[in-house]
């Protein structure tokens, strides 16, 4: 099993395939968007699939894909299904902000079931298209229910990744979590974490969410029941068929069961979303280096995983200390 000097062990990986993205999130990228990486910059699929061979040897067996939005890079399908027959990857979900997600589906289906990855998170900020469009800053949209649907009566399991800005989407709480009112599906909470563009914007917090829809639904439950790779904790509401959940970096915090490391599609490895060093892989990788050396940069990048994040006050960090560390918005780290 793979661990780091603190004796966690690292199951995890969450592989971007690409920086790009067909939105321009606030609280993600700039609002002018930024200079794409070059197609020889980013790692090949053939280098990724090299990549999760050798590290599900040393223990992670369960992989997250992701962008900028993964599925504009052509091919996905067939690198989700490449990636699903990896001896030791034991689970392969992928996130998105639903836009293609329709034609990903028309094209793994051609694939066979192979290509259909084990779980779906979408991203999604709000219902209501004049919010949605200040968030995105387009004017697209998904039908999210009719997508989950899809997703279900393929056994898929579906999850909504919701990120609330104060003074932005605080009115759209309500309306997301009753997504999960009638579907069996999970709609998450997730802070705002003070990365890039983000930084000049503020969180709410999941306790704040939590006392609103306690207040609107009465006491929430907690819920056990929902299997993941991630911090996610989830809730019950009476007469709901799905779940809440909260993933509450900034004002709590996780570190101390963290267990994942971050692939970025340039090649770095990252121990930690909240630090700006890495090991450079796709060096490796172009230099000729064999599968036990390669291991052993793992291994060694793995025991630098700090022992907690520096996004907020939780672990002592300061907030001239997280603005000024974290200059990258999230798209080039990795959703």
Known sequence: MLKDSFGRNLDYLRVSVTDRCNLRCIYCMPSDGVEWKSHESILSFEELLRICRIISGLGVSKIKVTGGEPLVRRGIAGFIKELKIVKGIEKVTLTSNGLLLGSYLDEAEKLGKGAMPDGINISLDALDPKRSRLITRSSCSIDIR???????????????????????????????????????????????????SAAALHYVSGGEILKLLEKTYGALSPFFGISGSGPAVYYSIPGFTGKIGFINPVSRGFCETCNRLRLTSEGLLKPCLSVNYGMDLRKLLRGGISDKEFAGFIIETAAKKPQFHNLSGVYGASPEEYNERHPKGMFGIGG
Do not use: H, Q, W, Y
Request: charged share 30%; with cysteine; proline share 6%.
């Open 146 to 196: 009719s997508l989950a649907d899809r997703l279900l009566e393929k056994g898929i399991p579906v999850k909504i990744n919701c990120v609330i800005v104060r003074d932005i989407n605080e009115e759209e709480i309500l309306p997301l979590a009753t997504l999960a009112k009638d579907k069996n599906i999970a709609v998450r909470f997730i802070e705002l974490m003070p990365l890039g």
